[in-house]
């Protein structure tokens, strides 16, 4: 059975991708900065089919937790894993003209440094001989960046660049894509009528969801003639540009 590590993979958009992984037959090793039991949701998907899991906790801000990771997953499972999923991610950071130094740094440390260290010791684990993938979550505003949240946009830009050139650089062995989602699981910020408004703005008058972005992932994991592409699953907002956040747009006041 084939194997896939999805960082953050337990819980909320990375849980989605965890079980559309698992039902496209992926054994799962599912990644937490701190050791925590997946959603129940997803265990019950691993139960209805029987697929095998374990989780594995490190803080991919730490470089050597980021290398003993993928090492773990291959020691428990006794290969390593023929697909990862960069998921986990920071968000925040303020905006462009309050941003600092620490935000860039920590923003760019876990968002796009992390993913880039990982994908090098998996196409070193996996081999000259063998073949994997790696998907990278990105976010729709790489296509029309905002003025708000700038140290997670800017951590974005530069992943969606190390996705491009890791796809080159560690051809043939690894294919390397990345998925831009939008607006995918509200917080509790959002009220249900300005999520109407903002699905209306939309091209497709949609918002997408959570298992719109999994089917993605899934598609590419096992795409095998793609690769240094980037899909946008976000209703068309990446064809338009909004100036701002959604969550300060169609608000109720």
């Known amino acids: 059975m084939t194997l896939a590590l999805v960082t953050g993979g337990g819980r909320r958009l990375g849980a989605a991708i965890s079980a559309a992984l698992a039902r496209a037959g992926f054994a ?3 990644h937490s900065h701190t050791q925590a039991d997946p ?7 691993f139960g209805a089919l029987g697929t095998p899991w374990a989780t594995f906790e490190a803080d991919l801000a730490d470089e050597a ?5 993928l090492d773990e997953v291959a020691d428990h499972f006794g290969r390593p894993p023929s697909c990862l999923v960069n998921s986990a991610s920071m968000f925040g950071g303020g905006g462009w003209a309050d941003v600092d130094m ?16 990982l994908t090098r010791r998996l196409a070193a684990l996996i081999g000259s001989e063998g073949r994997g993938s ?8 790489i296509r029309n960046p905002t003025i708000d949240h700038a140290a997670y946009t800017a951590s974005k830009l530069a992943l969606e660049g190390i996705t491009r050139v890791t796809a080159h650089a560690m051809a043939p062995v ?5 998925v831009a989602p939008g607006l995918n699981l509200p917080t509790d910020d959002y009220s249900e009528a300005q999520l109407d408004r903002l699905a209306a703005m939309m091209p497709l008058r949609r918002l ?6 999994a089917d993605a992932v899934a598609f590419l994991a096992r795409a095998d003639a793609i690769t240094g592409q980037v899909l946008f699953v976000d209703g068309g907002a990446s064809l338009l540009s909004f100036g701002r956040d959604f969550m300060h747009l169609a608000t109720d006041e």
């Open 134 to 141: 790696v998907i990278n979550l990105l976010d729709q505003t």
């Open 208 to 213: 997408p969801t959570p298992g719109q972005v």
């Open 39 to 45: 959603d129940p949701e997803l265990l019950a998907v």
């Open 102 to 117: 620490a935000a860039m740094v920590d923003h760019y440390r876990l968002n796009a440094a992390a993913p880039a260290i």
């Open 65 to 69: 937790a980021a290398l003993r990771l």
């Open 28 to 30: 799962l090793a599912i």
């Open 174 to 178: 690894l294919r390397v894509n990345g």
